[in-house]
């Protein structure tokens, strides 16, 4: 007897701390700990839209990260875009990038949260911008410090985005520009200039993050060609010197398929 009154008491531990951090029921607005109150302000967490875009396009992919300001971090979250005229709506479509730590909010369609309470100082999520007329976009969130010390929405933790005005929905991935457009003039040269930024780095995806040498970027490479000729198309299978650049970084076997062509 002694043996399952012992059992019996872990388990009404067990339930208490989920209720404690458990979202409020059929609720998509970010209530982190039932009981206690949010800190003011957000402490340096932040949502942010990968390339900082002042409007978004209607039907266009975003990335978007929820971060802290080292050294603080977080365990828990919770983030949700809704339409700013209407609060309780979905506006577009928050996509999972790892399911280590994110999973669909059980309380709110439109919303995604932590799937593991490990510690961490970024989240990444895609974004699918909604159809055009939907108007301004808010994201909302919040965020567990450790045990009672939540913040939610004041400052950074909730972002407004509006709709271009006079924007197309973004066409599908295979449709484009003429290529035959951007030909330069016969017997003569077109020079362009490409900036290569990049943000992967430890403190924007700190889950298998590479260490020493597989921490690295392909080499750099590029050709001019006719129209006749793609490197790849969208839907068809990609030749042996893409999937060579692709899984190990290496771009010579691309290399000799473009200089047969």
């Known amino acids: 007897m002694g043996s399952f009154d012992f059992k019996f008491g872990t388990l009404i531990v067990v339930l208490l701390i989920w209720t404690a951090y458990s979202q ?7 209530v982190m700990i039932s009981g206690v109150s949010k800190r003011s302000g957000s402490n340096g967490y932040r949502i942010r839209i990968d390339g900082q875009p002042s409007y ?5 992919q975003y990335r978007v990260y929820l971060q802290s300001t080292p050294p603080v971090s977080f365990k828990d979250f919770f983030l949700v875009a809704s339409r700013e ?4 709506e979905a506006a577009g479509d ?3 990038t790892d399911r280590r730590t994110t999973q669909y909010s059980r309380t709110c369609s439109h919303a995604v949260t932590h799937s593991g309470r490990v510690t961490k100082s ?6 699918t911008a909604p159809p055009a007329g939907t108007g301004c976009v808010n994201f909302r969130a919040g965020v ?3 045990k009672t010390v939540w913040f939610a929405e004041d400052d950074e933790l909730t972002l407004q985005i509006c709709e271009r005005e006079g924007a197309a929905t973004t066409p599908a991935p295979h449709e484009g520009p003429d290529p035959t457009a951007c030909c330069a003039p ?7 200039m490409m900036t290569f930024i990049s943000t992967w780095t430890p403190e924007t995806h700190p889950y298998q993050y590479p260490e020493g040498r597989g921490n690295h970027w392909s080499d750099l490479i590029g050709a001019s060609h006719s129209p006749a000729y793609t490197i790849w198309d969208y839907g068809q299978y990609a030749t042996q010197g893409v999937k060579m650049v ?8 691309l290399e000799r398929e473009i200089k047969l062509e």
């Not at 005229?85 to 309780?88: I, K, L, N, Q, T």
């Not at 016969?186 to 362009?192: D, F, I, L, R, W």
């Open 24 to 30: 409020e029921e059929n609720s998509c607005d970010p």
């Open 56 to 60: 978004y396009t209607p039907g266009g």
């Open 85 to 88: 005229d209407a609060p309780s």
């Open 94 to 96: 928050l996509g999972i």
């Open 122 to 127: 970024s989240v990444l999520v895609t974004w």
């Open 144 to 146: 567990v410090q450790k």
């Open 186 to 192: 016969p017997n003569q040269e077109a020079k362009y």
């Open 246 to 253: 692709a899984e190990w970084g290496s771009p010579i076997t």
